[in-house]
């Protein structure tokens, strides 16, 4: 009896080698579908849009001058106005848009009361912006 070897490994076992053709057929196809849609990209359509700021317009309000003298009367713009023509025209600016600011500049020695009725006027007609004007007073030299 002679004893063979029962080595048919090679040609019964597994096969330890990565098949390349299906990886090469997937890498063509991709291939192929690259040069397909690249030249589709290219030709874009231009378009002219508008360019928009990022930045808000700022629209600064007007302002408006009233000053009540030691006397009581009332000016506005430099222009003596009564109590009546004072309500008309706070009515009149209020409802402009952007509302402008009423700058108050009263004497020193105008009762408080005076400059009470002003602003309470400004409120009642609608104005919300208001803002009081002082002069400094001059330095004394020695």
């Known amino acids: 009896m002679a004893l063979s070897r029962m080595s048919d490994d090679d040609e019964d076992g597994l096969m330890n080698e990565i098949n390349m053709t299906p990886l ?3 890498m063509l196809v991709l291939l192929i579908i690259f040069l397909v849609t690249i030249p589709a990209m290219q030709h874009a359509v ?4 508008p360019r928009a700021s990022s930045q808000p317009e700022e629209v600064k309000p007007a302002h408006i001058d009233v000053a009540v ?3 009581g009367t009332i000016l506005w713009d430099d222009h003596p106005v009564s109590d ?3 309500r008309a025209r706070i009515a009149e600016v209020a409802r402009a848009r952007p509302q402008p600011e009423l700058h108050l500049r009263a004497d020193r020695k105008v009762p408080y009361e005076r400059v009470a009725d002003v ?3 400004a409120q009642a007609g609608g104005l919300t912006k208001i803002g009081f004007v002082t002069d400094p007073q001059p330095k004394k030299r020695k």
Do not use: F, K
């Not at 231009?46 to 849009?49: C, K, S, T, Y």
């Open 24 to 26: 090469v057929d997937v």
């Open 46 to 49: 231009r378009i002219d849009l």
């Open 69 to 71: 003298q030691a006397d």
């Open 84 to 86: 009546d023509g004072l």
């Open 119 to 121: 602003m309470s006027a």
